[in-house]
């Protein structure tokens, strides 16, 4: 790996807590469909290993990827695991046979996730428990008060540092918020889906990280010859171009694009390094009309 996170380009996520704004996001290093193991075990191990060494300090993941395959893969790849490091995970939902993701929010699932998620990466503690709310399409209405309370608890017994909240409404953030700290709001966006934007300045004036999550969301340069030109234009790859687009739009974005592919680990992490000219920008701007 050549590509490296350039150290000047963090956020901190609490007093303490301070991450690289790029991260990596665990999820695909599964099987098809997130289930099950990788393909290529050695090869899985190799991009989280070139990870760290790019400097990546955020490393997103749940047990439910899998389930429980990308926590093992982190355990075995990472462990013992640099001071550094952040492990951001997920509870919230399960995965059931047919594929789905349904719902699993109850205090006892909540509990055993925790559980899970310390036990399969070797941890006394999680760093961050983000708590998915919405399902597959979206943010859902609904109260976060039992399910966040539960968390709050938990990290009350020592058991979670920080929390945060995914999938989400600005309104159910505020209930979050109510409740205990939220030291991040991890929802759908990317340069064509952009109903966010409120709550990104919303949470970067309170000093609050803003994490999309699939970022490029299948959103391809077959889908845009405006992002296939500016990145021509700028001898980049459409990708590294929608990514470096979302790193200068806030300061409080933190990326977790995911890959089980080295070179195109290379091409996110390119990213952090690219800065996109005003002109580009306003081109970029007008693809969400």
């Known amino acids: 790996m050549t590509s490296s996170v350039s150290p000047a380009g963090t956020f901190a996520l609490a007093p303490g807590l301070t991450v690289t704004r790029m991260g990596y996001g665990a999820m695909q290093l599964a099987g098809p469909g997130v289930f ?25 993941t749940s047990d439910f990827y899998g389930p429980h395959v990308t926590n093992l893969l982190i355990r075995e790849a990472l462990a013992p695991y640099r001071e550094d490091l952040v492990l951001v995970t997920k509870v919230g939902a399960r995965r059931d046979e047919a594929g789905g993701w349904p719902h699993a929010r109850a205090p006892h ?16 503690r999680l760093d961050v428990v983000n708590l998915r709310i919405g ?3 979206g943010p ?26 995914s999938n989400v409404s600005p309104e159910q ?40 999550f699939f970022p490029l969301g299948g959103f391809s340069p077959l889908q ?5 030109n500016v990145a021509a234009r700028l001898s980049s790859t459409p990708m590294t171009v ?13 990326l977790i694009p995911g890959t089980g592919s080295l070179d195109h680990l290379r091409q996110n992490l390119a990213a952090v390094s690219l800065e996109l000219p005003a002109d580009a920008v306003i081109e970029l701007d007008a693809i969400a009309g």
């Open 109 to 124: 699932e909540l509990r055993r996730a925790v559980e899970e998620n310390l036990e399969h990466l070797g941890l006394d």
């Open 242 to 254: 929608a990514l470096a687009w979302l790193l200068q739009r806030s300061p409080n974005i933190l």
């Open 36 to 60: 099950g193991p990788p393909a290529d075990h050695d090869q899985a191990l190799a991009v989280l290993r070139a990870v760290v060494e790019a400097g990546v300090t955020h490393i997103d």
């Open 140 to 165: 859902e209405p609904g109260s976060v008060v039992e399910p966040f309370g539960a968390l709050a608890e938990m990290q009350a017994e020592g058991l979670i540092r920080h929390l945060g909240v």
């Open 173 to 212: 953030v505020a209930e979050a918020q109510s409740i205990a700290p939220v030291v991040c709001v991890q929802n759908l966006s990317h340069l064509a889906h952009r109903v966010d934007d409120d709550l990104v300045d919303s949470l970067a004036a309170q000093g609050i990280a803003f994490v999309p």
């Open 224 to 228: 845009s010859d405006t992002l296939a």
């Open 135 to 137: 399902g597959v399409t």
